[in-house]
């Protein structure tokens, strides 16, 4: 009945609390993500006019179209989408994602996705793949499993698209980007990734997918790697874009 109901939620309230995950608040509406109201409007969607390439906000508009980043920086891939800034909020969910083995971040995630292609339906439907950046074989070990194959399977949820998970190979045991300066990210990365030889991407539309774009470099690396394969174009999709 409904009172026996209430008790027993009363009691998985003080066993399993449904706290946000950031400032550890109690949630009181668990259809919500563990994220308190407060820290739940701090996370601030990317919103139009949108970089031609990499989709960050435009604050003053050029005549190509393109940020201050694309227009420095060669961007291999040929278009990105970008769902959220890169606020101390979401820095930490990402933090808690890929370095503290907090899994149930995605569902963050994919809660996010929902709303943000909710505003600005995004015409994925077009690549014929989803694919994920992939980790060094030794990270992968140590961490467990790769976040971004994570949130390629959350987009997996709303557009009807294969993830193939082994077929963009990391060979180069790079340096974390996040230490590097924006010129040593660009080199730390040559020679990074290598084609599986058991899968052809030749004519195929990719959409690689990863956390985070800073300066483009990885995601661009991977992208050379994939047209120098036969791909005749590469997007990507990541959670928050850095300044």
């Known amino acids: 009945n409904v009172m026996f109901k209430a008790l027993l939620d009363g009691f998985g309230d003080l066993v399993f609390p449904y706290n946000c995950i950031l400032c550890s608040r109690y949630v009181p509406d668990k259809t919500l993500p563990q994220l308190c ?4 409007s701090a996370i601030e969607f990317n919103r139009p006019p949108f970089c031609l390439k990499c989709s960050r906000h435009l604050p003053v508009f050029t005549p190509q179209g393109l940020c201050r980043t694309c227009l420095k920086y060669p961007i291999v891939f040929d278009e990105a989408w970008g ?5 101390p909020e979401v820095q930490q969910l990402l933090h808690l994602f890929k370095f503290h083995q907090k899994t149930l971040v995605r569902h963050i995630f994919g809660y996010l996705v929902k709303e943000f292609l909710r505003q600005y339906p995004l015409p994925l439907s ?3 793949c989803l694919m994920p950046i992939p980790l060094y074989p030794v990270r992968l070990r ?10 390629a399977q959350i987009i997996q949820n709303f557009y009807s698209l294969n993830v193939l998970e082994k077929t963009l190979l990391r060979v180069k045991p790079t340096q974390p980007q996040s230490i590097l300066g924006q010129k040593e990210r660009w080199t730390n990365v040559i020679g990074a990734f290598k084609m599986s030889p058991n899968f052809s991407i030749k004519d ?3 959409l690689l997918v990863d956390d985070l ?6 995601a661009s690396q991977a992208a050379q790697t994939l047209k120098e394969a036969g791909a005749k174009r590469v997007g990507l999709f990541v959670i928050a874009l850095a300044e």
Do not use: H, P, W
């Open 37 to 40: 109201s407060t820290c739940l």
């Open 83 to 87: 769902m959220v800034s890169y606020s």
């Open 126 to 128: 077009s690549y014929d």
């Open 142 to 151: 140590e961490r467990g499993y790769n976040q971004s194959l994570m949130i």
């Open 204 to 206: 195929k539309s990719v």
């Open 213 to 218: 774009l800073t300066t483009g470099a990885t």
